[in-house]
């Protein structure tokens, strides 16, 4: 059974740092695309950051515009876990954070990804 459990979330202050982690289990997702996705209250749930493996040391790495600069997107293959490091928060941020797994594509859609964990809530205050 393939699952998704993510760690981390918690309440900071604006300018404040988190990390997300996201441990993957039921296969080796070393190379599945995976992404992190957010949703705010009343929103449709957005991209924030996906990364993907190439083999030996290459991955690449996107992010959306307003965490660009801010966010860093890692994994390590070895413990099937992707990692979001959040710095400079901004109330903006808040929200539920989810990781997710693609089996096929490097994408910003959520709706082509395959498997989704259960969330982690972010709150920044001002």
């Known amino acids: 059974q393939v699952q998704l459990v993510e760690s981390g979330g918690g309440l900071v202050q604006a300018g404040g740092s988190l990390r997300l982690s996201c441990a993957a289990s039921?296969?080796?997702?070393?190379?599945?695309?995976m992404g992190w996705f957010r949703q705010a209250p009343g929103k449709e749930r957005e991209f924030v950051a996906a990364?993907?493996?190439?083999?030996?040391?290459?991955?690449?790495?996107d992010y959306a515009d307003s965490v660009k600069g801010r966010f860093t997107i890692s994994r390590d293959n070895a413990k099937n876990t992707v990692y979001l490091q959040m710095n400079s928060l901004k109330p903006e941020d808040t929200a539920v954070y989810y990781c997710?797994?693609?089996?096929?594509?490097?994408?910003?859609?959520?709706?082509?990804?395959?498997?989704w964990g259960q969330g982690t809530q972010v709150t920044v205050s001002s």
């Open positions: 039921g296969r080796t997702f070393s190379n599945y695309p």
């Open positions: 990364t993907r493996w190439s083999g030996g040391s290459i991955y690449y790495a």
């Open positions: 997710a797994a693609d089996r096929m594509k490097f994408t910003r859609n959520p709706d082509e990804y395959d498997y």
